[in-house]
């Protein structure tokens, strides 16, 4: 079992920044990928990013790209999602996830999600 923990989220205004983090415990070595999803209100879960754990490889939506950055810090086993220049479209609750296979945009090949973490751009 992995178990993740987000942290970060909050209010902020349009052309802001925030920086989640997803700590993960458990077992830790098992995973391949670890991703944000986020999904509004009313939508489905969406892919944003993801980083391949060994590797270090990124990959993002094209709706963040550029103003998203994911990044991993391999001996706390945790990932960071820094939102730069967020937008009120970025509204959504952020969920962290792991995944055993290849990477994927799909939420259905992730195993592990976190609990989620709110994040509101005010306009």
């Known amino acids: 079992q992995v178990q993740l923990v987000e942290s970060g989220g909050g209010l902020v205004q349009a052309g802001g920044s925030l920086r989640l983090s997803c700590a993960a415990s458990g077992r830790t070595f098992s995973f391949y990928v670890m991703g944000w999803f986020r999904q509004a209100s009313g939508q489905e879960r969406e892919f944003v990013t993801a980083?391949?754990?060994?590797?270090?490889?990124?990959y993002y939506a094209d709706s963040v790209k550029g103003r998203f950055t994911i990044s991993r810090d391999y001996a706390k086993n945790t990932v960071y999602l820094q939102m730069n220049s967020l937008k009120a479209e970025d509204t959504a609750v952020y969920y962290c996830a792991v995944g055993r296979g290849a990477y994927s945009r799909d939420p259905a090949s992730f195993n592990y999600w976190g609990q989620g973490t709110q994040v509101t751009v005010s306009s």
């Open positions: 980083i391949n754990w060994s590797s270090g490889s990124t």
